[in-house]
């Protein structure tokens, strides 16, 4: 524990120093910035003052002999004896047309080495010096420029040229070119009071050394990284990892400050070791002092410890035999009031508690064993309740259905069911109950017994779902509820009615882009006794699938709570081939779940049910009839040549004919009393084995399945009751005779087998 006390407070010492010293270091940076940027601004401000004395000596000169030519040359002496930084000053004008005085006299006067002044004819050197960079340059200088620095063969010396133009009238008839030496330059740089270490230099507008406290640099050419550094019109500071100057070794800060009047920068190199120096020696010092006094309070904290650590040695190894189950030991007596005192009473309450625990977590074990295996078996009964994940239509093959469910639990709330209703309707429903669990999963079994025994009387989605609310209404005191989406398939034209109890919408895919089927629900199931449930109709066409799923899809969630989203569902099965199966269509949404969620918890049941049908579009044709009895006459006429024209024997037809009058007649007389208004559409279906008869009309509701087969006696005519016959005979001509109410109004199917050769029925 002396050690780690040691350890601890060394890490601490460290920090606490580690801090300090990065504090420091930014003051100490800081202030040298300042410092830095004051220096150089200050020898910036002194330079350009001594070359500004040089350009206004020249502008002034240019001015003066642009009026008085011919006194060129007293001037230049004058202002040459008047400015020590100037080295020479030259009047040099452009060449006459005029053969005589085609070379104007161009006087240049420069000082020597021991002061006196010399001058000469520029015009009379044997190279024209009209011809030359530094005339022609001057020229287009008429505010004055400094042009590039360049060494003196004949004084030995590096100079730089200020040139300002000389106009008459508007145009340039010369240069006044000021020669200056730069000497001042290097006493300017050496007398500055520089940080130790620090050097200073001059740099041009092409990079180029002007001046530099290490004479070797000066003429040569600035590394990249340092002309990226002084590059800015702006006063910087930049850090660069290596300087140029091999004088100087590691990191440099540089300064720069740009020279007002040229293109020159001053810079000002400081190396950063020497920056920190006196920051590291203190603290080396600080922390060898702090190590030392962390050691005595080390050496203290060993001796403490170990007298009051002594008696938890019997502690620990009777804590041994506690971690191997005996228990049967007893502890030896304190006298001792403290904690140590106090830790020897607990342990050995501990002890006797522990065993207690022990007892009792048997018997919890146990009980969740127990647990477990009513679950196991309230599982194996729940999936016992749903069908098969697969079905295929075995007598015509016309659809197939593949369905998954994911428990979230043990038992779950979500459900699926399908049966055929009759051999040619197929009923679907997916549904989620409202809560989780053991109760979930009762409601569950009870939602799938009632609406497998509704069914058969409800006919329609609509109605099943309006039974279905009101059985799980009674006795719903615990307020559970379940939306639920019903369809029925006709397994010959693929019409599809759907109906919502408050459940998610359906998707159908496999014509193009997947379709959100946003159509209105009702109310959820087991709350509202008075919900109602509209009908959505559509046809599905061959290839197209329809996906219906539980909110354990779209709520699917991340670790960073994001859901999975209908956004995400659709475009999922967007990528999905035309051609893909009910099972692909599933696979490929439960993988793309998969990888979305990783490693989260699956918080809600997923349920996915896939329908497709594989059937061909059937032709039909459609005769409309108004609700009048004239009307009625010319629609049998119309669906008699109809038959006709698509082959039906002649018997078949006229079998059509009689049952579609006496059902017409009395839909028009009884269906739309008062003498209202309405349509009857009349959609035939010929086909190879049978004809398929849709009378659908907007009357008021009447079932022709509903009325009892009537009485009939010997002879008709002795029957007390009339009527009735119509309805019984339109039942025993057809094979089959099919009622369904839904919103807009009746709807009949009848269903005539072909009769064979020899009269009967196929």
């Known amino acids: 524990m002396a050690l780690w006390v040691l350890a601890g407070s060394t890490l601490v010492l460290a920090a606490i120093g580690t801090l300090l010293l990065s504090l420091t270091r930014a003051q100490i940076l800081q202030l040298t910035h300042h410092e830095a940027a004051a220096l150089a601004a200050s020898a910036g401000s002194e330079i350009q003052a001594r070359i500004d004395r040089v350009a206004i000596s020249t502008q002034m000169l240019a001015t003066i002999i642009a009026t008085r030519q011919d006194s060129a040359e007293p001037l230049l002496r004058d202002t040459l004896q008047a400015n020590r930084d100037i080295d020479g000053l030259a009047a040099a004008f452009k060449p006459s047309s005029d053969p005589v005085d085609a070379r104007p006299y161009s006087p240049f006067v420069s000082r020597l080495d021991h002061g006196a002044l010399a001058s000469r004819d520029l015009s009379s050197d044997a190279r024209p010096y009209w011809n030359s960079n530094w005339f022609l340059g001057g020229l287009s200088c008429s505010a004055g420029c400094w042009q590039r620095p360049f060494l003196s063969l004949s004084r030995q010396r590096q100079l ?163 971690a191997r189950g005996e228990l049967d030991f007893e502890l030896p007596p304190t006298s001792r009031h403290d904690e140590v005192g106090r830790l020897t009473l607990s342990f050995d309450q501990m002890r006797h508690e522990l065993a207690l625990h022990l007892q009792d977590l048997a018997r919890v074990a146990r009980e969740k064993q127990r647990l477990a295996s009513e679950l196991e078996i309230a599982h194996q009964i729940q999936i016992g309740l749903l069908p098969s994940e697969h079905y295929l239509d075995a007598v015509c093959a016309h659809f197939e259905l593949h369905a998954a469910l994911r428990p979230a639990r043990a038992v779950g709330g979500d459900l699926y069911s399908y049966f055929m209703l009759d051999p040619e309707r197929f009923f679907v429903m997916v549904g989620d109950v409202s ?270 399945m509903h009325p009892p087969d009537p009485s009939l006696p010997g002879d008709l005519a002795d029957r007390e009751q009339i009527g009735g016959l119509g309805i019984h005979l339109a039942r025993t001509m057809t094979s089959e005779m099919r009622y369904t109410r839904h919103a807009h109004g009746n709807h009949l199917l009848l269903r005539f087998i072909h009769p064979n050769q020899d009269g009967t029925s196929s």
């Not at 020159?264 to 080396?284: D, K, M, Q, S, T």
């Open 160 to 322: 730089i040229n200020y040139s300002v133009a000389i106009s008459r009238a508007g145009h340039p008839i010369g240069i006044i070119n000021a020669d200056v030496t730069l000497d001042w330059l290097h006493q300017v740089l050496g007398h500055l009071d520089k940080p130790e270490g620090a050097y200073v230099f001059v740099i041009d507008s092409d990079g180029d050394y002007l001046a530099h406290d290490n004479p070797v640099l000066v003429g040569k050419r600035g590394t990249p990284e340092l002309l990226n550094a002084v590059a800015s019109d702006q006063a910087e500071s930049v850090r660069l990892p290596v300087a140029q100057n091999p004088q100087v070794h590691g990191a440099v800060w540089v300064y720069s400050a740009p020279i007002e009047g040229t293109h020159w920068r001053l810079g000002l190199v400081v190396p950063e070791i020497r920056i920190y120096a006196g920051v590291r020696r203190i603290f080396l010092w600080g922390l060898l002092l702090g190590m030392l006094a962390l050691l005595g309070v080390a050496l203290i904290t060993l001796l403490t410890i170990r007298r009051t650590m002594a008696p938890l040695g019997v502690l620990a190894d009777r804590a041994e035999h506690v």
């Open 435 to 704: 809560d989780k669990g053991i109760p979930a999963a009762l409601f569950m079994a009870q939602t799938i017994t009632l609406a497998k025994a509704l069914a058969p009387r409800a006919q329609t989605p609509q109605n099943l779902l309006r039974l279905l609310n009101l059985e799980l209404c009674r006795g719903n005191d615990s307020c559970m509820f379940v939306t639920l989406l019903c369809g029925l398939l006709d397994t010959n034209s693929g019409n599809l009615v759907l109906a919502s109890a408050g459940h998610e919408p359906p998707i159908l895919c496999g014509q193009g882009t997947p379709k959100l089927l946003n159509f209105a629900t009702g109310a959820v199931l087991g709350l509202y006794e008075d919900s109602d449930y509209p009908e959505h109709h559509l046809r599905l066409h061959q290839g197209e699938t329809l996906l219906m799923y539980t909110d354990g899809i779209t709520e699917a969630s991340d670790d960073h709570q994001h859901m999975y989203g209908i956004e995400r569902t659709v475009e999922c099965l967007a990528q999905m081939p035309a051609t893909a199966s009910t099972a692909g269509y599933i696979e490929r949404l439960l993988g793309d779940v998969d990888r979305f969620v990783a490693d989260a918890v699956q918080a809600d049941d997923i349920t996915l049910l896939a329908l497709a049908w594989h059937g061909a579009a059937q032709s039909h044709t459609e005769v409309c009839i108004a609700g009048q009895l004239e009307d009625v006459f010319v629609g049998l006429d119309r669906c008699e040549h109809l038959l006709q024209e698509a082959g039906v024997a002649p018997s078949l037809r006229s079998d059509v004919r009689l049952v579609l009058e006496e059902l017409l007649v009395n839909t028009v007389e009884y269906g739309y009393p008062d003498g209202r208004s309405g349509q009857i559409r009349v959609l035939l279906h010929p086909g190879p084995d049978a004809v398929m008869v849709e009378l659908i009309d907007d009357g008021i509701a009447f079932d022709p």
